[in-house]
């Protein structure tokens, strides 16, 4: 089965509030990792990248944060806009010489 | 920015056809991918390339091939297209040789549809 894998299938967030999307993954190997924007009708869009040597890396308005402890992987997304609304993907590599994984996606609601 | 561009954006065939999906990368990139993308499954590998004329099996390659025949194009071809092939396609690519540390980069998508 998947090895990547989230904690909530969808998401609603007031309009300016924080953002945070979960993320589980199954093997503690995994040595990158990567969020997608999917948006109606578009291709998946990367928004940031981890290695697993950081537990931390931030974007314009997003931050990645990895818990090696507990395999998890979290979006923040600062101060939501409504353009923000879409499908949410992580991704995991096992490792350099392995493909990546998706997982199955979170739904970003922006209530107004 | 990275432009991945697939020729087109909805396909309607029949049962039987031989069909082609089309995809250009602009920036050079070594790595081009094929995806499908179906509700509850997620988006699944069914080919790869890492480079000209050469091509790797992904997850669900049976009854798909693909032809690259130059760095920047990389083909999706369903032999004889079946219902159970109905589905959104992605293309993608990435920089770096392999699966290093380069996120793939896609494009919008071809919905194709067998009828």
């Known amino acids: 089965g998947e090895s990547v894998g989230l904690h909530l299938p969808t998401l609603s967030v007031q309009e300016g509030d924080n953002s945070i999307i979960n993320c589980a993954y199954s093997?503690?190997?995994?040595?990158?990792f990567i969020w997608y924007k999917q948006e109606s009708g578009k291709g998946p869009q990367f928004i940031i990248d981890?290695?697993?040597?950081?537990d931390k890396r931030q974007g314009q308005r997003v931050t990645v944060l990895l818990n090696k402890t507990v395999k998890h992987l979290s979006l923040q997304i600062a101060a939501t806009q409504p353009g923000d609304s879409a499908v949410y993907f992580c991704?995991?590599?096992?490792?350099?010489?392995?493909?990546?994984?998706f997982g199955k996606g979170t739904r970003l609601h922006i209530l107004p | 920015d990275v432009k991945v561009t697939q020729s087109s954006r909805y396909l309607v065939k029949r049962t039987g056809e031989k069909v082609f999906l089309e995809c250009v990368q602009d920036?050079?990139?070594?790595?081009m991918f094929w995806y499908r993308q179906d509700p509850g499954l997620g988006l699944r590998l069914i080919y790869f390339?890492?480079?000209?004329?050469?091509?790797e099996k992904g997850d669900i390659p049976e009854g798909y091939s693909v032809s690259r025949e130059k760095k920047e194009r990389f083909s999706l071809i369903l032999e004889s297209a079946s219902t159970n092939q109905t589905s959104m396609y992605l293309c993608?690519?990435?920089?770096?040789?392999?699966?290093?540390?380069?996120?793939?980069?896609f494009g919008n998508g071809t919905r194709l549809t067998v009828t």
């Open positions: 993608a690519s990435s920089l770096l040789r392999g699966f290093a540390d380069s996120p793939l980069h």
């Open positions: 093997n503690s190997a995994s040595d990158y």
């Open positions: 981890i290695r697993s040597n950081m």
């Open positions: 991704a995991e590599r096992l490792n350099r010489d392995d493909k990546i994984i």
């Open positions: 920036m050079d990139h070594e790595n």
């Open positions: 390339s890492y480079d000209v004329k050469m091509k």
